[in-house]
Nanobody, 115 residues
Framework: QVQLVESGGGAVRPGGSLRLACVASGPIDNINLMHWYRQPPGKQREWLTVISRSNRTNYADSVKGRFTVSKDNVKNTMYLQMNDLKPEDTAVYYC?????????WGQGTQVTVSS
């Protein structure tokens, strides 16, 4: 089973930026897709973006043009660069990995956008 650990969350003012990281360990060679999701307080979990083994990406309309997903295969790490943050981006952010063995989730990292 792939293990995932997120980091990089915190509190930021509107218009600010944060970069989240998701470190993968275990049988990572079997990972086909990695995703970022978020769950705002009191709401359902929302898909944000995906990156494939070949670095193809796709984004939800709510973050397109503001968020950028990338990965460093040497560091076994996926990143989410978040720019122009808005109060509605406040949520717990989770990474997810899909492999032949199933899917794995990280524990989440809190992002709070407030003035």
């Amino acid at each position: 089973q792939v293990q995932l650990v997120e980091s990089g969350g915190g509190a930021v003012r509107p218009g600010g930026s944060l970069r989240l990281a998701c470190v993968a360990s275990g049988p990572i060679d079997n990972i086909n897709l990695m995703h970022w999701y978020r769950q705002p307080p009191g709401k359902q979990r929302e898909w944000l973006t995906v990156i494939s083994r070949s670095n193809r990406t796709n984004y939800a309309d709510s973050v397109k043009g503001r968020f950028t997903v990338s990965k460093d295969n040497v560091k076994n790490t996926m990143y989410l660069q978040m720019n122009d943050l808005k109060p509605e981006d406040t949520a717990v952010y989770y990474c997810n990995a899909l492999s032949v063995a199933g899917q794995s989730w990280g524990q989440g990292t809190q992002v709070t956008v407030s003035s």
